[in-house]
């Protein structure tokens, strides 16, 4: 079956700039995470969506980062105003449940180099 | 404030011996623990996990031990195969409260098997 898609696989852009990073979580799944893995660093978390809407967006680095989740299912999460220091694999995922023993499903990512 | 630790960048095995993995963490609220193992140009993929009030999760050639009291668990591999060559990252969380299941990782340990 179809996993967690993700575009574009790699995006490079100039710093100042505004991009738009996409997700499609599986099928079915109301709960949808954003995490980025910088160079050498584990996976940080950003945001967390159920349904349509975000109750824990602790994760966000500045509010240059927003993210918003329409029809229960793509998501999209926007940086403005690009910083070389936002260059990083940002990984979406998916699952069905809300609580601590959902096992998470990732997408690909996408490889965001800011010049 | 890194609450899942992962000391050892790197770890070298030949193919059918045991590869262990160790992971630390220090937020006492963690009470559910996963391994996930991430190919390159790959998201991470679920390999195993263990509830707190486990010491021990066995799946196939797979193995988790939770030490509660330490706050450390680990993850046996036997036999190791070269295509279990890949990162491994340990991840946290907190089942219940508002956590919303997000996940805290550990920075990855690249495990090689050689043939």
């Known amino acids: 079956g179809a996993g967690v898609s993700q575009s574009p696989s790699n995006k490079v852009t100039e710093k100042g700039k505004d991009v738009e990073l996409r997700c499609d979580p599986i099928s079915g799944h109301t709960a949808l995470y954003w995490y980025r893995q910088s160079l050498g660093q584990g996976l940080e978390f950003l945001i967390y969506?159920?349904?349509?809407?975000?109750?824990?967006k602790s994760g966000l680095p500045s509010d240059r980062f927003s993210a918003e989740r329409t029809g229960g299912s793509v998501s999209t999460l926007t940086i403005q105003r690009t910083q070389q220091e936002d260059s990083a694999v940002y990984l979406c995922?998916?699952?069905?449940?809300?609580?601590?023993?959902?096992?998470?499903?990732f997408g690909p990512g996408t490889r965001l180099t800011v010049t | 404030d890194q609450q899942v630790k992962q000391n050892s960048p790197s770890l070298s095995v030949q193919e059918g011996r045991i590869s262990i993995l160790n992971c630390d963490y220090t937020?006492?609220?963690?009470?559910?623990f996963l391994w996930y193992k991430k190919y390159p140009a790959e998201g991470p993929t679920f390999l195993i996990s263990?509830?707190?009030?486990?010491d021990k999760n066995e799946d196939g050639r797979f193995t988790v031990f939770l030490n509660k009291s330490a706050k450390h668990l680990s993850l046996h591999i036997v036999p190791s195969q070269p295509g279990d060559s890949a990162v491994y990252f340990c991840?946290?969380?907190?089942?219940?409260?508002?956590?919303?299941?997000?996940?805290?990782f550990g920075q990855g340990t690249i495990l090689t098997v050689h043939p």
């Open positions: 937020n006492s609220m963690f009470d559910y």
């Open positions: 991840a946290a969380s907190e089942a219940g409260g508002t956590s919303y299941g997000k996940l805290t």
């Open positions: 995922a998916s699952s069905l449940a809300t609580s601590g023993s959902g096992e998470q499903y």
């Open positions: 263990i509830s707190s009030i486990k």
């Open positions: 969506f159920q349904g349509n809407s975000a109750p824990d």
